[in-house]
């Protein structure tokens, strides 16, 4: 009775906070149903229609794919670079100390977002797609950086032990008795990361950093909407693509 009744009174509490919501920030959804506002939104998306398979911009469409790809590509490697590296540092095989501070380094990286980020790329290093990819791999950094700790400290520590008491240095102990445990896991959460990035770095465009999200950006800026039709549905297809990728090596690792 105390649980149905604890129950009761959460949804109510969220009912509540959902209806304050609406009231603080002055929606009006009764507008989306009106005849004028139903014409607006069908003449609006009757626009995007048919999408614009010209040529010479879907050879356009081909370049931005590619350096959409290719800034999701090399961010997440930087990013399994450096979080491998730091990683170490993250789960104690350092000092308390070092781990201690790794850790709030990881937590800063991971908890500003990419948006934010290349924001503050492209001030730094200008428009392009340089800025985007310097945000995904600093954000990545530290998610992956996170996650091949975790993984390290779950790993069996007797192969390296065991190394280590037939002589063999820490370096080589890592690198043949912790390194091959946790290999496959890193491999994976590294795939998972760019399926993300590849979503991420087309949205980054919008703030200048390269890519399909530019190219996005510019047409419905223009309101170019068929233009825009044809980016969307090749941002689809590329991350369909890519997930599928993705999924079918993590599957081949696991």
């Known amino acids: 009775m105390k649980r149905a009744s604890g129950n009761l009174l959460t949804l109510c509490l969220l009912v509540a906070a959902i209806a304050s919501s609406f009231i603080w920030l002055q929606l009006d959804l009764s507008a989306l149903l009106t005849a004028d506002g139903r014409s607006q939104m069908y003449d609006y998306a009757a626009a995007f229609f048919p999408p614009d398979t010209s040529p010479a911009w ?35 095989r350092m000092g308390a100390a070092a781990r201690a501070l790794c850790r709030l380094l990881l937590n800063a990286l991971r908890s500003v977002p990419e948006l934010v980020w290349a924001a503050l790329m492209v001030l730094a290093a200008g428009l392009g797609p340089f800025a985007g990819t310097l945000a995904l791999a600093l954000h990545t950094t530290g998610v992956l950086g996170r996650l091949f700790a975790e993984a390290l400290e779950n790993t069996p520590s007797a192969p390296a032990q065991a190394l280590r008491d037939a002589g063999a240095g820490r370096v080589a102990a890592f690198i043949y008795g912790t390194l091959p445990g946790v290999l496959p896991q890193w491999l994976s959460y590294t795939l998972y990361r760019w399926e993300n990035n590849i979503r991420m770095a087309a949205v980054l465009g919008f703030v200048g950093a390269g890519g399909l999200g530019q190219m996005l950006h510019v047409t419905l800026s223009l309101f170019q909407q068929s233009k825009a039709a044809s980016v969307i549905m090749a941002m689809l297809a590329m991350v369909l693509l890519v997930d599928a990728l993705s999924g079918w090596v993590r599957a081949r690792l696991g």
């Open 58 to 92: 879907l050879l356009k469409l081909w370049r931005g794919a590619l350096e959409t790809l290719a800034i999701s590509a090399i961010g997440t490697l930087l990013a399994a670079l450096f979080g491998a590296v730091l990683s170490l540092l993250a789960a104690g």
